[in-house]
Protein backbone atom coordinates (compact mmCIF):
# COMPACT_ATOMS: atom_id res chain seq x y z
CA UNK A 1 0.00 0.00 0.00
CA UNK A 2 0.97 3.21 -0.80
CA UNK A 3 0.93 6.31 2.07
CA UNK A 4 0.14 9.37 0.34
CA UNK A 5 0.87 13.30 2.29
CA UNK A 6 -0.80 16.35 0.94
CA UNK A 7 1.45 19.34 1.08
CA UNK A 8 -0.43 22.30 0.86
CA UNK A 9 -4.40 22.40 1.60
CA UNK A 10 -5.54 25.22 -0.47
CA UNK A 11 -7.94 25.24 -3.10
CA UNK A 12 -5.84 22.71 -4.95
CA UNK A 13 -4.89 20.39 -1.91
CA UNK A 14 -8.56 19.82 -1.43
CA UNK A 15 -8.93 18.65 -5.08
CA UNK A 16 -6.51 16.28 -4.60
CA UNK A 17 -7.49 15.17 -1.22
CA UNK A 18 -11.02 14.85 -3.31
CA UNK A 19 -9.74 12.32 -5.44
CA UNK A 20 -7.67 10.51 -2.91
CA UNK A 21 -10.75 9.93 -0.76
CA UNK A 22 -12.75 8.73 -4.12
CA UNK A 23 -9.79 6.47 -4.79
CA UNK A 24 -9.60 4.81 -1.27
CA UNK A 25 -13.34 4.05 -1.43
CA UNK A 26 -12.81 2.96 -4.84
CA UNK A 27 -10.39 -0.06 -4.22
CA UNK A 28 -6.84 1.40 -4.74
CA UNK A 29 -4.09 0.48 -2.88
CA UNK A 30 -3.21 3.41 -1.11
CA UNK A 31 -3.73 5.70 1.56
CA UNK A 32 -3.85 8.95 2.26
CA UNK A 33 -2.58 9.08 5.75
CA UNK A 34 -1.29 12.83 6.57
CA UNK A 35 -1.96 16.61 5.31
CA UNK A 36 0.52 19.44 5.74
CA UNK A 37 0.16 23.31 5.65
CA UNK A 38 1.69 26.50 7.59
CA UNK A 39 -1.62 27.54 8.05
CA UNK A 40 -3.38 24.12 8.77
CA UNK A 41 -4.90 25.15 11.84
CA UNK A 42 -6.61 28.22 10.39
CA UNK A 43 -7.67 25.86 6.73
CA UNK A 44 -8.93 22.75 8.09
CA UNK A 45 -12.30 24.97 9.44
CA UNK A 46 -12.39 27.44 6.33
CA UNK A 47 -12.96 27.70 2.85
CA UNK A 48 -10.41 27.82 0.21
CA UNK A 49 -11.25 29.50 -3.02
CA UNK A 50 -10.49 28.63 -6.35
CA UNK A 51 -11.86 28.40 -9.97
CA UNK A 52 -13.78 25.08 -9.86
CA UNK A 53 -15.73 23.20 -6.89
CA UNK A 54 -14.48 21.40 -3.80
CA UNK A 55 -16.30 18.32 -2.85
CA UNK A 56 -16.91 20.11 0.36
CA UNK A 57 -16.26 23.46 2.01
CA UNK A 58 -15.05 22.78 5.18
CA UNK A 59 -13.09 19.42 6.00
CA UNK A 60 -13.44 16.58 8.40
CA UNK A 61 -9.61 16.13 8.61
CA UNK A 62 -9.72 14.44 11.87
CA UNK A 63 -8.65 10.71 10.15
CA UNK A 64 -5.59 12.24 9.23
CA UNK A 65 -2.21 13.28 10.96
CA UNK A 66 -2.04 17.15 10.53
CA UNK A 67 1.27 18.87 10.00
CA UNK A 68 2.39 22.73 10.18
CA UNK A 69 5.60 21.78 8.49
CA UNK A 70 7.22 19.83 5.66
CA UNK A 71 10.09 18.62 8.63
CA UNK A 72 7.75 17.58 11.12
CA UNK A 73 5.50 15.69 8.79
CA UNK A 74 8.69 13.51 7.27
CA UNK A 75 9.97 13.20 10.41
CA UNK A 76 6.99 11.47 12.13
CA UNK A 77 5.51 9.74 8.21
CA UNK A 78 6.87 7.09 6.45
CA UNK A 79 5.28 8.58 3.28
CA UNK A 80 6.20 6.47 -0.31
CA UNK A 81 4.33 10.14 -2.05
CA UNK A 82 4.43 13.73 -1.59
CA UNK A 83 1.55 15.48 -3.34
CA UNK A 84 2.51 18.95 -3.71
CA UNK A 85 0.04 21.56 -4.02
CA UNK A 86 2.09 24.49 -3.20
CA UNK A 87 2.57 28.22 -5.04
CA UNK A 88 4.34 28.22 -8.24
CA UNK A 89 7.24 29.12 -6.78
CA UNK A 90 8.13 26.43 -4.14
CA UNK A 91 7.72 23.65 -6.62
CA UNK A 92 11.42 23.21 -7.30
CA UNK A 93 13.39 23.33 -4.36
CA UNK A 94 10.42 21.27 -2.54
CA UNK A 95 10.31 18.50 -5.73
CA UNK A 96 14.26 18.52 -5.12
CA UNK A 97 14.51 18.06 -1.31
CA UNK A 98 11.47 15.10 -1.22
CA UNK A 99 13.38 13.46 -4.25
CA UNK A 100 16.60 13.69 -2.58
CA UNK A 101 15.02 11.40 0.46
CA UNK A 102 13.55 8.73 -1.85
CA UNK A 103 10.41 9.79 -1.69
CA UNK A 104 7.80 10.01 -4.80
CA UNK A 105 6.73 13.58 -5.81
CA UNK A 106 3.17 14.21 -7.79
CA UNK A 107 3.66 18.04 -8.04
CA UNK A 108 1.05 20.61 -9.37
CA UNK A 109 0.97 22.00 -12.24
CA UNK A 110 2.69 24.47 -13.48
CA UNK A 111 6.11 22.26 -13.01
CA UNK A 112 8.14 25.23 -11.95
CA UNK A 113 8.89 29.17 -12.49
CA UNK A 114 11.15 28.75 -15.00
CA UNK A 115 13.05 25.80 -17.42
CA UNK A 116 16.12 25.92 -15.38
CA UNK A 117 14.28 25.00 -12.18
CA UNK A 118 12.08 22.23 -14.15
CA UNK A 119 14.78 20.55 -15.25
CA UNK A 120 16.70 20.80 -12.33
CA UNK A 121 13.32 18.31 -11.20
CA UNK A 122 13.70 16.32 -13.86
CA UNK A 123 17.67 15.86 -13.48
CA UNK A 124 16.90 14.92 -9.75
CA UNK A 125 13.85 12.38 -10.58
CA UNK A 126 16.21 10.86 -13.12
CA UNK A 127 19.45 10.83 -10.48
CA UNK A 128 16.77 8.99 -7.30
CA UNK A 129 15.31 6.84 -9.38
CA UNK A 130 11.99 8.04 -7.84
CA UNK A 131 8.96 8.98 -10.06
CA UNK A 132 8.07 12.47 -10.40
CA UNK A 133 4.80 13.03 -11.99
CA UNK A 134 3.06 16.84 -13.05
CA UNK A 135 -0.43 17.41 -12.10
CA UNK A 136 -1.11 18.53 -16.29
CA UNK A 137 -4.73 17.03 -15.62
CA UNK A 138 -6.22 17.66 -19.34
CA UNK A 139 -4.28 14.45 -20.26
CA UNK A 140 -6.68 12.37 -18.10
CA UNK A 141 -9.61 14.62 -19.10
CA UNK A 142 -12.82 12.69 -20.46
CA UNK A 143 -13.37 15.08 -23.50
CA UNK A 144 -9.23 15.36 -24.29
CA UNK A 145 -8.64 11.91 -23.87
CA UNK A 146 -10.88 11.13 -26.47
CA UNK A 147 -9.70 14.08 -28.63
CA UNK A 148 -6.38 12.19 -28.06
CA UNK A 149 -8.08 8.83 -29.62
CA UNK A 150 -9.17 10.21 -32.29
CA UNK A 151 -5.96 11.84 -33.04
CA UNK A 152 -3.73 8.12 -32.76
CA UNK A 153 -6.38 5.74 -33.96
CA UNK A 154 -6.80 8.61 -37.31
CA UNK A 155 -10.86 7.58 -37.44
CA UNK A 156 -11.36 10.95 -39.10
CA UNK A 157 -8.20 11.86 -40.29
CA UNK A 158 -5.38 14.15 -39.57
CA UNK A 159 -5.90 17.48 -37.60
CA UNK A 160 -6.59 20.58 -40.09
CA UNK A 161 -7.29 23.37 -37.19
CA UNK A 162 -7.68 23.73 -34.00
CA UNK A 163 -8.54 26.34 -31.09
CA UNK A 164 -8.10 25.85 -27.48
CA UNK A 165 -9.22 28.58 -24.71
CA UNK A 166 -9.76 28.58 -20.97
CA UNK A 167 -10.27 31.79 -18.91
CA UNK A 168 -11.55 32.71 -15.50
CA UNK A 169 -12.18 35.83 -13.78
CA UNK A 170 -8.73 37.10 -11.70
CA UNK A 171 -7.42 34.81 -9.69
CA UNK A 172 -6.67 35.93 -5.79
CA UNK A 173 -3.48 36.30 -3.59
CA UNK A 174 0.06 35.47 -4.95
CA UNK A 175 -1.24 34.42 -8.25
CA UNK A 176 -1.02 38.11 -9.11
CA UNK A 177 2.08 38.61 -8.07
CA UNK A 178 4.09 37.55 -11.53
CA UNK A 179 7.48 36.91 -9.99
CA UNK A 180 5.47 34.09 -8.05
CA UNK A 181 2.89 32.91 -10.22
CA UNK A 182 4.37 33.97 -13.78
CA UNK A 183 0.91 34.99 -14.43
CA UNK A 184 -1.56 34.11 -16.64
CA UNK A 185 0.44 32.49 -19.46
CA UNK A 186 2.23 30.37 -16.82
CA UNK A 187 -0.30 28.96 -14.59
CA UNK A 188 -3.20 29.01 -16.79
CA UNK A 189 -2.08 29.25 -20.52
CA UNK A 190 0.41 26.00 -19.78
CA UNK A 191 -2.69 23.67 -19.85
CA UNK A 192 -3.01 24.14 -23.58
CA UNK A 193 0.22 24.88 -23.66
CA UNK A 194 0.71 20.43 -22.71
CA UNK A 195 -2.28 19.44 -24.20
CA UNK A 196 -1.03 20.68 -28.37
CA UNK A 197 2.20 19.29 -27.71
CA UNK A 198 0.35 16.24 -26.87
CA UNK A 199 -1.80 15.58 -29.41
CA UNK A 200 0.42 17.29 -32.21
CA UNK A 201 4.34 16.84 -31.25
CA UNK A 202 6.72 19.91 -31.27
CA UNK A 203 6.16 22.81 -33.53
CA UNK A 204 8.37 24.41 -36.10
CA UNK A 205 7.66 27.75 -34.38
CA UNK A 206 5.32 29.97 -32.28
CA UNK A 207 4.29 33.10 -31.54
CA UNK A 208 2.52 34.88 -28.35
CA UNK A 209 1.17 37.82 -27.90
CA UNK A 210 0.17 38.78 -24.28
CA UNK A 211 -1.07 42.04 -22.24
CA UNK A 212 -1.15 42.70 -18.72
CA UNK A 213 -4.17 44.38 -17.72
CA UNK A 214 -3.60 43.73 -13.19
CA UNK A 215 -1.65 45.73 -11.76
CA UNK A 216 1.50 43.82 -9.96
CA UNK A 217 0.47 40.88 -12.45
CA UNK A 218 1.88 39.13 -15.57
CA UNK A 219 0.28 38.84 -18.72
CA UNK A 220 -3.31 38.16 -18.17
CA UNK A 221 -3.90 37.62 -21.54
CA UNK A 222 -2.36 35.89 -23.91
CA UNK A 223 -2.86 34.22 -27.26
CA UNK A 224 -0.47 31.77 -29.04
CA UNK A 225 0.15 30.52 -32.36
CA UNK A 226 1.82 27.15 -33.46
CA UNK A 227 3.21 26.72 -36.80
CA UNK A 228 3.53 23.23 -38.13
CA UNK A 229 5.94 21.93 -41.20
CA UNK A 230 2.07 20.45 -42.94
CA UNK A 231 0.47 24.04 -42.60
CA UNK A 232 -2.00 23.36 -39.77
CA UNK A 233 -3.56 26.37 -37.91
CA UNK A 234 -3.43 25.86 -34.13
CA UNK A 235 -4.07 28.46 -31.53
CA UNK A 236 -4.74 28.83 -27.59
CA UNK A 237 -6.01 31.39 -25.99
CA UNK A 238 -6.04 31.90 -22.17
CA UNK A 239 -7.71 34.85 -20.30
CA UNK A 240 -7.60 35.60 -16.52
CA UNK A 241 -9.83 39.21 -16.81
CA UNK A 242 -12.85 37.82 -17.59
CA UNK A 243 -15.77 40.21 -15.62
CA UNK A 244 -18.64 39.44 -12.99
CA UNK A 245 -20.15 36.00 -12.50
CA UNK A 246 -18.88 34.64 -16.07
CA UNK A 247 -16.85 31.97 -13.55
CA UNK A 248 -14.02 29.28 -14.66
CA UNK A 249 -14.44 28.12 -18.80
CA UNK A 250 -12.38 26.17 -20.97
CA UNK A 251 -12.93 24.46 -24.62
CA UNK A 252 -11.57 23.57 -27.80
CA UNK A 253 -12.28 23.37 -31.61
CA UNK A 254 -10.45 20.84 -33.56
CA UNK A 255 -11.08 20.08 -37.36
CA UNK A 256 -10.03 16.78 -38.21
CA UNK A 257 -9.86 15.74 -42.00
CA UNK A 258 -13.56 14.26 -41.85
CA UNK A 259 -14.83 15.67 -38.51
CA UNK A 260 -14.96 18.70 -36.23
CA UNK A 261 -15.07 18.08 -32.43
CA UNK A 262 -16.50 20.89 -29.93
CA UNK A 263 -15.81 20.49 -26.54
CA UNK A 264 -17.91 23.84 -24.47
CA UNK A 265 -19.78 23.90 -21.37
CA UNK A 266 -18.69 20.40 -20.44
CA UNK A 267 -20.33 18.81 -23.16
CA UNK A 268 -18.43 17.45 -26.18
CA UNK A 269 -20.33 17.19 -29.50
CA UNK A 270 -18.69 15.33 -32.79
CA UNK A 271 -19.76 16.60 -36.43
CA UNK A 272 -18.55 13.52 -38.81
CA UNK A 273 -18.45 14.59 -42.14
CA UNK A 274 -20.66 11.75 -43.54
CA UNK A 275 -23.07 10.66 -40.50
CA UNK A 276 -25.12 12.73 -38.18
CA UNK A 277 -23.65 14.33 -35.19
CA UNK A 278 -23.73 12.93 -31.45
CA UNK A 279 -22.70 14.36 -27.82
CA UNK A 280 -19.80 12.67 -26.19
CA UNK A 281 -20.83 11.85 -22.58
CA UNK A 282 -17.70 11.23 -20.09
CA UNK A 283 -17.58 9.06 -17.08
CA UNK A 284 -18.29 11.27 -14.07
CA UNK A 285 -14.67 9.72 -12.70
CA UNK A 286 -11.35 12.02 -13.30
CA UNK A 287 -8.89 10.22 -12.23
CA UNK A 288 -5.30 10.55 -10.11
CA UNK A 289 -2.23 9.30 -11.21
CA UNK A 290 -0.71 7.23 -8.19
CA UNK A 291 3.30 6.32 -8.63
CA UNK A 292 3.59 4.02 -11.77
CA UNK A 293 0.15 3.15 -11.76
CA UNK A 294 -3.13 4.91 -13.41
CA UNK A 295 -7.12 4.65 -12.87
CA UNK A 296 -8.33 4.74 -16.41
CA UNK A 297 -11.21 6.40 -17.90
CA UNK A 298 -13.52 4.88 -20.16
CA UNK A 299 -15.91 7.00 -22.53
CA UNK A 300 -19.27 6.67 -23.84
CA UNK A 301 -21.45 8.41 -26.17
CA UNK A 302 -25.13 9.04 -27.36
CA UNK A 303 -25.46 8.41 -30.80
CA UNK A 304 -23.21 6.91 -33.68
CA UNK A 305 -21.11 4.25 -32.10
Keep these: MLKIGIL ?39 KANGNMATERDVYDLEPYHLYDHVDSMLENE ?93 PKGWFLEGDKSGGCITDMHVHDVDMIHWLMGKPERVSTFAKTIIEGSLYDIVSTHYSYPDGKVI ?30 NNELKVYPEDAPGFTVVSCPVIPVIIANSSISLSMLHKGNP
Design 235 to 264: NAHADWTLSGEHGFHMGYRVNLEQATLVFQ
Design 8 to 46: GFGFMGRMHFDNYVRLMEEGADIKLVAICDLRIDELKDS
Design 78 to 170: ELDIVDVCLPTYLHADMTCMLLEKGIHVMCEKPMAGSAEEAWRMVKTAERTGKTLMIGQCLRFWPAYEYLKACVEDGRYGSIVAGEFFRGSEP
